[in-house]
């Protein structure tokens, strides 16, 4: 059974250039979650896709934005580049269930660096 | 929303019992307890989860007072391949939403 997998798993960008971040959930798992995490930093929440409709929106501007496929899997798009988007980038599965409790399982992150 | 206080960093030894305590004082009725481990460069892996009480599984223990306004996470016999950041939360039945503390950097000595 495959976890959650992501891509790239390293990408270099310049400023201002735009970034496509790629997640495929977990077998049976319908909602996916976007984390943005700094250096040293807990995981900082981006927004929640379920039914391909955006749920759930952290505090991140509108340069930050998301799609979600048919067959669940997502994509997390980020234009204009800055400096401080460098981050890891983290990618949650989970399934639409009693809000608070469900377990949400984590990709291995995709580490951008932006120059 | 609640927010989530651990320390910032423990030190402990091979083969210890390890207790890591979160205190969330505004947790809601309906709001679940959830720990994460997180290597390096790596996503958080989940380690447990519980509404009240205890709750324990095959790496952990999970202990609950009655007011819930704190959690202690038991990790028995810890080994160098422990240390990592160790992540409390409280889950919003609200929104859904997971509120991310800073975590707490564990380091174990041989």
């Known amino acids: 059974d495959a976890g959650v997998t992501q891509s790239p798993t390293h990408l270099i960008k310049t400023r201002g250039q735009q970034v496509t971040l790629r997640c495929s959930p977990k077998s049976g798992h319908d909602t996916v979650s976007w984390y943005q995490q700094a250096l040293g930093q807990g995981p900082q929440f981006i927004f929640q896709y379920y039914e391909e409709e955006e749920r759930q929106r952290g505090n991140f501007p509108d340069r930050f934005s998301g799609h979600q496929f048919p067959n669940y899997s997502s994509e997390l798009n980020v234009n204009a580049l800055l400096l401080g988007d460098s981050a890891l980038y983290l990618c949650a599965s989970s399934t639409l269930g009693r809000g608070g409790g469900e377990t949400q399982y984590f990709g291995p992150g995709t580490r951008l660096l932006v120059l | 929303l609640a927010k989530t206080t651990q320390p910032i960093s423990m030190d402990s030894y091979e083969g210890q019992e390890v207790n890591i305590t979160c205190s969330h004082n505004n947790i809601a009725t309906n709001d679940y307890i959830t720990w994460y481990q997180q290597f390096p460069s790596q996503g958080p892996r989940f380690i447990i989860q519980g509404y009240k009480t205890k709750v324990t599984n095959e790496v952990a223990s999970l202990f609950i007072p009655a007011d819930r306004k704190s959690s202690t996470l038991s990790l028995p016999r810890v080994s160098l391949s422990d240390t990592a950041v160790y992540y409390c939360?409280?889950?919003?039945?609200?929104?859904?939403?997971?509120?991310w503390g800073a975590g707490t950097k564990l380091i174990i000595k041989p």
């Open positions: 939360l409280v889950g919003m039945d609200s929104n859904y939403q997971l509120i």
